[in-house]
């Protein structure tokens, strides 16, 4: 069932035991914690493989991959010091959270990067209940690909685990993948691919589930589970598989939805989705989570076992998330209408864009390692994309004139998808990160409700570090 590429994909190798559950950092310690960003190592491989170099952040003790679990309770304050003990200038970005703009990390738009040895400290409100994640966001696309990633988790304050229609506990599946050479370690010569910036991105050649290679996770046969599943990948789209566990969504980006059915979660790079399983009552005693790893090729990144005393399985309707009763209505009557083209990259390139003021095509852009831009303008951070009024409901059409799919994100907001190709969105999600595929045109909208600067960029590191990327002015 499952065409293990192992010329792609070194996991899979063997399976390894049952794997407990993240270490939860409890909040209840308080006062102003650490988070360390650091050197440090990780069992990416199976077993029995060396050890991978990486860079981690790190609460108590050594760093780890993914990073530690933060939780907060909905409108309760994350606080914490960036100690940063790498190499590298570095910040931290909250990802999703609606945000005092002083603390969403980007460097340079609203905060320095901190120097090695130097500290940032970091603390704000989060407003919204749901599946967050936090990464860094100063040279992104080496950085996270080192391994400087996080999930943020924020609680509901209402009680949803355990009443009827919902989940019992909940698991929290941060899928990644890695470019890794034959001794495990990371490839290090390509953080400047322009090749792989001008097409789909950094993929990686290894698969991991909460920073390991193909871990199994024990299920109770009947049992009724929320994963919180993040796709922390530089440039990975990942579609996603569990068959035999009959998964319903029940939010995106954080975000509650009503609760439907899927087959395939398409997850972009950095896009989070929860999702309700059932786990079988009798058979089949082990299945998998399956990633498509392109043409058809189906990876497993991790198993299930069904094991343990059996749970009545739950007759009811999966039960939906508390809506957040926080977001602002948008206002499409008198919305501001802002175009945002994409475009560039292999096989169709750019007639010619703006780079650093000046005006080239797209042979100077990439000897100087660009390939993408918005609205005809290359790594757009000198002047601001447009700027809105405080409170005004801003309406994007976002037009993919590349050949390849994009994973957009705003900084700050959460806005609604309208349509797709000018067809109304069946479920007019709310989300922070949208993929476009090629040649399509997705129409959003937010209230720009949350004042400073904020950034606006593909989510597939590499064609952010090539230009994908600007900003915009809430004021
Ligand atoms: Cu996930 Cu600009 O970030
Ligand atoms: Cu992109």
Not at 86 to 111: E, K
Not at 257 to 263: I, Y
Request: aromatic content about 6%.
């Amino acid at each position: 069932m499952t065409s293990l590429s192992r010329r792609l994909f070194v996991t899979g190798l063997s399976a390894v035991g049952a794997v407990p559950l993240l270490p939860i950092n409890s909040h209840a310690n308080g006062t102003q914690s650490v988070l360390r960003a650091t050197t440090s190592t990780a069992q990416l491989t199976p077993e029995g493989y060396p050890r991978t170099d990486v860079w981690a952040y790190a609460q108590q003790g050594a760093g780890s991959v993914p990073g530690p679990a933060i939780r907060v309770k909905a409108g309760e304050r994350v606080s914490r010091t960036l100690l940063n003990e790498l190499p590298q200038p570095t910040a931290v970005h909250w990802h999703g959270i609606r945000i005092d703009n002083a603390m969403d990390g980007t460097a340079p738009l609203t905060q320095a990067p901190v120097p090695t040895g130097g500290e940032f400290d970091y603390d704000f409100v989060c407003p919204d209940p749901g599946t967050y994640w936090y990464h860094s966001h100063n040279r992104s696309r080496e950085q996270v690909a080192r391994g400087l990633a996080g999930p943020l988790i924020v609680e509901d304050t209402e009680p949803w685990l355990g009443l009827s229609g919902a989940a019992t506990r909940e698991l929290i599946l941060v899928l990644d993948d890695w470019l890794l050479n034959e001794d495990g370690s990371i490839v290090e010569d390509r953080w400047d691919d322009l090749h792989a910036a001008a097409h789909a991105g950094r993929m990686g050649n290894t698969g991991t589930v909460n920073g390991q290679s193909y871990p199994e996770f024990a299920l109770r046969p009947g049992e009724r589970v929320r994963l919180r599943m993040i796709n922390f990948a530089t440039d990975r789209i990942m579609p996603i598989r569990l068959p035999d566990l009959s998964p319903t969504l029940i939010a995106l980006d954080g975000h509650p939805v009503a609760p439907r059915s899927l087959e395939v979660l398409e997850l972009a790079p950095a896009q989070r989705a929860d999702i309700v399983v059932d786990a079988p009552a009798t058979s089949p005693e082990t299945t998998s989570l399956l990633v498509d790893i392109g043409r058809g090729n189906q990876v497993e990144f991790a198993s299930f076992r069904m094991e343990g005393k059996p749970v009545q399985p739950s007759e009811e309707n999966v039960r939906p998330l508390p809506p957040w009763k926080t977001l602002p209505k948008v206002d499409l009557a008198s919305a501001q209408n802002q175009p945002l083209l994409m475009n560039g990259g292999a096989m169709r390139g750019i007639d010619e864009a703006i780079y650093q003021g000046e005006t080239m095509d797209f042979r100077e852009l990439t000897s100087r390692g660009m390939a993408w831009a918005f609205n005809g303008v290359t790594h757009g951070m000198e002047e601001p994309l447009f700027v809105a009024r405080l409170g005004r409901t801003v309406r994007m059409e976002l037009v993919n004139r590349s050949a390849f799919p994009h994973g957009i994100h705003i900084h700050g907001h959460h806005f609604t998808v309208l349509s797709r190709n000018g067809v109304s969105a069946p479920y007019k999600d709310v989300r922070d990160t949208v993929l476009i595929l090629a040649d399509e045109t997705v129409e959003l909208a937010f209230v720009a409700d949350n004042p400073g600067k904020w950034m606006i960029h593909c989510h597939m590191l590499s064609h952010q570090a090539t230009g994908m990327m600007g900003w915009f002015e809430v004021a």
